[in-house]
């Protein structure tokens, strides 16, 4: 089993940038594809980032294409993801996940492991 703990949210003004980090326990890790998603008040959750086991193969939503970017240390157990420029329409609570597959899945239902998520205010 993987435990997902997030970090690195808080409030940034407009036109910042921040950067998630999601430590994963384990010994594992390699195995399984990562994904980040986030859900803004009153919407559901929605699929922002995923990188496959190795971190040679990324993909990023249609809505933060350009400005985020997601990428994976296995040495350090640990998943990243850069935002810039960031906007006041990027708040939300953003979580990790794992998918114990080897390649890229966008599809929340195939991420057995979520983390608690952390929070991203940006101010306008």
């Known amino acids: 089993q993987v435990q997902l703990v997030e970090s690195g949210g808080g409030l940034v003004q407009a036109g910042g940038s921040l950067r998630l980090s999601c430590a994963a326990s384990g010994p594992t890790f390699s195995s399984y594809s990562m994904g980040w998603f986030r859900q803004a008040p009153g919407k559901e959750r929605e699929f922002v980032a995923a990188?496959?086991?190795?971190?040679?193969?990324?993909y990023v939503g249609d809505s933060v294409k350009g400005r985020f970017t997601i990428s994976r240390d296995n040495a350090k157990n640990t998943v990243y993801l850069q935002m810039n420029s960031l906007k006041p329409e990027d708040r939300a609570v953003y979580y990790c996940?794992?998918?114990?597959?080897?390649?890229?899945?966008?599809?929340?239902?195939?991420?057995?492991?979520w983390g608690q998520g952390t929070q991203v205010t940006v101010s306008s």
């Open positions: 996940a794992a998918a114990q597959m080897l390649g890229i899945t966008t599809a929340q239902r195939t991420y057995a492991y």
């Open positions: 990188i496959n086991w190795s971190g040679s193969s990324t």
